[in-house]
């Protein structure tokens, strides 16, 4: 998208964070970068995405906060890497969080589906610990992901769960963005009232993701348990969820409730669909913006000893 509310905005920084492995991910910071009162807040996407999914959260919040966002590895302006898992996927969190915060330095975390697995991946690491205020779930799961996915219209048991395997781990190109295309991707993974730009978004951005980074990671989202992470998740947390996801339905979210240490409750988004940030952006950056005002504090900025190339 080059215009309209789903535009990527231009960031204030950019940089490349090199991980734990060598894999390098591209970060951006938007907002007052020099300003130290301004909160942080610390953006990841999901699965087949990139920063250009938060769109709508980093123009709204950038006024006022600090926002950081990064592609995971594979996706957007990140290379692809060996490494598919959810151990990579806290080591690069944790080197995010060490390259653009200070020590001690507090901040929102908010992730989006396979973000928000990320998250709970990260939540025992001592860079997470450190530096994460309060979190902001949204649309996401800890574990059984592929059986309790309703994206296959029939019931539940080991064929919907075969089906659905397949058909979200498929290696097919996904092709141009075409009529076709905008239906099929807003059954899966959309509510049924989302506008068609919103819909037409959210696919430019998932069809761009490459189609070995799209199957790699589906193969770790099949096998994914990270119901020890929900438990690990010791600070303020909030979850939010469509009533009419198909991709993480309400099930994940009421669990991570009941799971949580210190949840803050369940927002369910009446018809709305698995990408929330996209079709409800003012709920969801409301919540952000609570989360902010009453946990994230603020500390002078450095990143020495961190791995950085600036303007990368």
Do not use: N
Not at 5 to 19: D, G, I, K
Not at 22 to 36: F, I, K, Q, T
Not at 266 to 289: C, D, K, N, Q, S
Not at 291 to 304: F, R
């Amino acid at each position: 998208m080059t215009s309209g509310p789903y535009a990527p905005p231009a960031p204030a920084r950019e940089l490349t964070v090199v991980s734990a492995d060598g894999a390098r991910l591209h970060v951006e910071v938007h907002g007052p970068d020099g300003d130290p009162a301004a909160p942080a807040v610390v953006l990841a996407h999901g699965w087949t995405c990139s920063t250009a999914f938060w769109a709508a959260q980093i123009r709204e919040l950038a006024a006022d906060h600090r926002v950081i966002a990064y592609d995971q590895r594979g996706h957007g302006r990140s290379p692809a890497s060996r490494a598919c898992s959810t151990e990579a996927l806290a080591d690069d969190l944790e080197a995010v969080l060490r390259a653009t915060l200070a020590p001690g330095e507090k901040a929102v975390i908010a992730g989006h589906s396979m973000g928000g697995m990320t998250v709970l991946a990260a939540a025992a690491r001592p860079a997470f610990r450190e530096h994460a205020a309060a979190v902001l779930l949204c649309s996401t799961g800890s574990s059984r992901l592929v059986a309790e996915s309703t994206v296959v219209p029939i019931r539940a048991g080991r064929l919907r769960t075969w089906l659905t395997r397949h058909i979200l781990g498929s290696r097919a190109p996904l092709g141009p963005v075409t009529p076709l295309a905008l239906r099929i991707l807003k059954y899966g993974t959309m509510g049924p009232g989302s506008a068609p730009h919103m819909v037409e978004a959210c696919a430019r951005i998932v069809h761009a993701c490459p189609r070995r980074a799209r199957h790699a990671w589906s193969q770790v989202l099949y096998l994914l348990d990270l119901d020890h992470g929900v438990r690990e998740l010791r600070v303020p947390t909030a979850v939010i969820v469509g009533t009419a996801d198909r991709l993480t339905p309400p099930v994940h979210a009421r669990a991570l409730a009941a799971a949580l240490p210190d949840c803050l409750g369940v927002t369910e988004l009446p018809g709305l669909g698995h990408m929330t940030p996209v079709e409800a952006p003012g709920p969801v950056t409301g919540r952000i913006r609570e989360l902010a005002a009453a946990y994230a504090a603020t500390a002078p900025k450095s990143t020495d000893g961190v791995r950085i190339e600036e303007g990368a």
